[in-house]
Every structure is written in structure tokens, then in C-alpha cells.
């Protein structure tokens, strides 16, 4: 199935660049502006406290349950929000059993005496050092995906594909992120693990363009490398297009029925697939190109590779057959 008529028109989507990469640089300053700014609220895993989950017979009465927890200091700062069903709540705190002494359940059940029915269905708590170490390691993994990204694609393809893949996911990271702050959205081990996704995700959609672009250096004489950009991007667009809209719709349907407590993976993960394939398309090919890749250059040293390695098949031959 194809939306774009790739065999019979070649798309000047460089044509548009600049206005593009403008939009992204924009995008990308706010992103940073917003999380320095508003900054990022982080959930219980790295911040430590406990959540709890709360089931009703009927309508929860919120407001009432506020003020109840609001009259024991060990709640005073707790959040109080609908969670999945109607008559489901989940209540949020900085306090945790590490911190007190004393049982949280049955401090929850009787600061909710009085607010009807009611029974305690989940009780999860993590320490003050736990959610540090969480937060360590989750970003340690972010920026070791990133370092070997950029080696591999460093190996399979040159440097400057490299720095310009690299550079693209940062750009969909970081607006990513800046969305996440903008919407306050809870950062927690589902954010780490849905942004890790994002950058699996990304760099895909942005070597199957950089993998038409070496194909079409190695069978064609074309030397205008923005045009063999253009017919890169315009071969992979049909494709690019189908991919993203089947993930975005998948991770659509987990937001929008997943409850709650999966909005920490589901949005980042909405916003990155649609980031991710803005940047494939637009940002990451205007790249390769700033960063000065020269075809002919990259095509002798593609020969030169290739006569070593025939010239070690040869030597290797005689040696084994007794010649040399």
C-alpha cells in the first residue's frame, strides 16, 4: 500500500528545510524553556512516598476525602485523584514507611473513616533512597542508549549520519520531555522506559532513510547529494507514514483505556512517535546535509574498502593454495 506516489514523483522535501528546521529550533527552546521553568513533577519512584489505591461502593466523595487527609499531618501534602473507574481514587504522598513508624494502610483507613465504604486495594511505597537510585539509574541508561547509538550507527554508516541520528533524537527528547512538563505529567519508570522506546523507535524510522540514501549512493552516478536525500526520504515515505499512524493509534488506544496509571508510558510515547517521525522526515535528513557529507568522497572510500578486501582475498588465496 503506498499514500505517495513514490515511483513516479521524487518530493522536494529539502525544498522546505530551513522552515522546518526553524519550527524544530523553536519547539526545542520552549521544550527547555518549560522544563527549567515549570520543571518536572516526578512521581513516587523517584521521589520517594507511597500510593494508594482506594475503591468505593459508590461516587468517591474527593473533596471530603481531602479534608480528612488533610487533618493528619502525615498526609497533608497527599494528592487525591479519580484513577480508572468512577469510583476508584488514588491518593499520592511524599510519606513513606521508611520515614514513619508506623503502618500506612491502616493510617490511610482510619484517616478515610466516615467518607463512606470502602476498601484499600493497593498500597505501594518506595524510600527516599530507592527513588534516588532509580532516578540514577534511568538516566545512566538514557545516556548510554544514546553513546551506543552512536557508535553503531557510526560503524554501519559514517560519522556525520551519526552526529545527525544523534542529534535528532535529542531534538525529539528533549520536546518530549518539554510536553511531559507542559501537561504534568507524573515522571516515573514508565517515562524512563517509554523514552528509551522513543529513542529505539526514532533511530529505526531514521536509518531506514539513511539506509535508501547509501543504497541509492552505491547504485546510482547521482552526485547532488540533496537529491538523493529527496529520493530517500520520498522511497520511505509511504512506509514512514503507515508505521507511525499503526504505532500512534496502538499507544492512542492504551492512553485512552489504559487508566491512569499508564499515562506515564502511553503520553510520552504519543508525543515521541509523532516527534520521531517529524524529525526522521524533516530534521535528520537537513542534517547529513549541513554537516558537509560529501558523496564522491564517501564513494571512493567505499571503493578503496573494497579493493582491500579483494587484494586480502587474493594474497589469502595463493597463500592457501601454495603460491606465495
Same mark, same amino acid.
Given at each position: 500500500?503506498?499514500?505517495? &506516489?513514490?515511483?513516479?514523483?521524487?518530493?522536494?522535501?529539502?525544498?522546505? +528545510?530551513?522552515?522546518?528546521?526553524? !519550527?524544530?529550533?523553536?519547539?526545542?527552546?520552549?521544550?527547555?524553556?518549560?522544563?527549567?521553568?515549570?520543571? !518536572?513533577?516526578?512521581?513516587?519512584?523517584?521521589?520517594? +512516598?507511597?500510593?494508594?489505591?482506594?475503591? %468505593?461502593? +459508590?461516587?468517591?466523595?474527593?473533596?471530603?476525602?481531602? &479534608?480528612?487527609? /488533610?487533618?493528619?499531618? !502525615?498526609?497533608?501534602?497527599?494528592?487525591? *485523584?479519580?484513577?480508572?473507574? =468512577?469510583?476508584?481514587?488514588?491518593?499520592?504522598?511524599?510519606?513513606?514507611?521508611?520515614?514513619?513508624?508506623?503502618?500506612?494502610?491502616?493510617?490511610?483507613?482510619? /484517616?478515610?473513616?466516615?467518607?463512606?465504604?470502602?476498601?484499600?486495594?493497593? $498500597?505501594?511505597?518506595?524510600?527516599?533512597?530507592?527513588? =534516588?537510585?532509580?532516578?540514577? #539509574?534511568?538516566?545512566?541508561?538514557?545516556?548510554?542508549?544514546?553513546?551506543?547509538?552512536? !557508535? @553503531?550507527?557510526?560503524?554501519?554508516?559514517?560519522?556525520?549520519? *551519526?552526529?545527525?541520528?544523534? $542529534?535528532?533524537?535529542?531534538?525529539?527528547?528533549?520536546?518530549?520531555?518539554?510536553?511531559?512538563?507542559?501537561?504534568?505529567?507524573?515522571?516515573?519508570?514508565?517515562?524512563?522506559?517509554?523514552?528509551?522506546?522513543?529513542?529505539? %523507535?526514532?533511530?529505526?524510522?531514521?536509518?531506514?532513510?539513511?539506509?535508501?540514501?547509501?543504497?541509492?549512493?552505491?547504485?546510482?552516478?547521482?552526485? =547532488?547529494?540533496?537529491?538523493?536525500? =529527496?529520493?530517500?526520504?520520498?522511497?520511505?515515505? /509511504?512506509?514512514?507514514?503507515?508505521? @507511525?499512524?499503526?504505532?500512534?493509534?496502538?499507544?492512542?488506544?492504551?492512553?485512552?483505556?489504559? +487508566?491512569?496509571?499508564?499515562?506515564?508510558? /502511553?503520553?510520552?510515547?504519543?508525543?515521541? $512517535?509523532?516527534?520521531?517521525?517529524?524529525?526522521?522526515?524533516?530534521?535528520?535528513?537537513?542534517?547529513?546535509?549541513?554537516?558537509?557529507?560529501?558523496?564522491? &568522497? %564517501?564513494?571512493?572510500?567505499?571503493?578503496? &574498502?573494497?579493493?582491500?578486501?579483494?587484494? #586480502?582475498?587474493?594474497?589469502?588465496?595463493?597463500?592457501?593454495?601454495?603460491?606465495?
Amino acid at each position: 500500500m503506498e499514500i505517495f &506516489k513514490s515511483h513516479t514523483k521524487v518530493y522536494n522535501i529539502l525544498d522546505k +528545510g530551513k522552515l522546518f528546521f526553524i !519550527l524544530s529550533i523553536i519547539a526545542f527552546l520552549a521544550a527547555i524553556g518549560l522544563v527549567l521553568t515549570k520543571g !518536572l513533577t516526578l512521581g513516587i519512584d523517584f521521589s520517594g +512516598g507511597t500510593v494508594v489505591q482506594v475503591q %468505593y461502593e +459508590g461516587t468517591p466523595p474527593i473533596d471530603e476525602i481531602r &479534608k480528612k487527609l /488533610s487533618e493528619n499531618k !502525615l498526609f497533608a501534602h497527599a494528592s487525591v *485523584a479519580p484513577f480508572g473507574k =468512577n469510583n476508584e481514587i488514588v491518593i499520592k504522598s511524599p510519606t513513606s514507611a521508611e520515614t514513619i513508624d508506623k503502618d500506612m494502610s491502616d493510617e490511610i483507613q482510619a /484517616s478515610l473513616q466516615g467518607t463512606g465504604k470502602f476498601e484499600i486495594r493497593k $498500597v505501594d511505597m518506595v524510600g527516599p533512597k530507592a527513588g =534516588n537510585e532509580l532516578r540514577t #539509574k534511568g538516566f545512566t541508561a538514557f545516556f548510554l542508549a544514546l553513546g551506543v547509538i552512536l !557508535l @553503531s550507527v557510526t560503524f554501519r554508516y559514517d560519522f556525520r549520519f *551519526a552526529l545527525a541520528g544523534v $542529534v535528532a533524537l535529542l531534538h525529539d527528547i528533549v520536546i518530549t520531555i518539554g510536553a511531559i512538563s507542559l501537561f504534568e505529567v507524573d515522571v516515573n519508570i514508565e517515562t524512563i522506559a517509554a523514552i528509551l522506546t522513543i529513542l529505539g %523507535y526514532s533511530i529505526h524510522d531514521t536509518i531506514i532513510v539513511f539506509d535508501r540514501v547509501r543504497e541509492h549512493i552505491k547504485d546510482s552516478k547521482e552526485t =547532488n547529494f540533496r537529491s538523493i536525500i =529527496n529520493e530517500a526520504v520520498t522511497r520511505t515515505l /509511504s512506509r514512514t507514514i503507515l508505521t @507511525s499512524l499503526t504505532v500512534f493509534f496502538v499507544i492512542l488506544t492504551l492512553y485512552v483505556f489504559g +487508566g491512569e496509571i499508564m499515562h506515564g508510558f /502511553s503520553f510520552p510515547m504519543l508525543v515521541g $512517535v509523532v516527534i520521531g517521525t517529524y524529525s526522521s522526515v524533516f530534521v535528520a535528513a537537513q542534517l547529513v546535509i549541513w554537516t558537509g557529507f560529501d558523496v564522491s &568522497k %564517501y564513494r571512493n572510500k567505499q571503493a578503496e &574498502k573494497i579493493k582491500n578486501a579483494q587484494e #586480502k582475498a587474493r594474497i589469502r588465496a595463493q597463500f592457501e593454495q601454495g603460491t606465495i
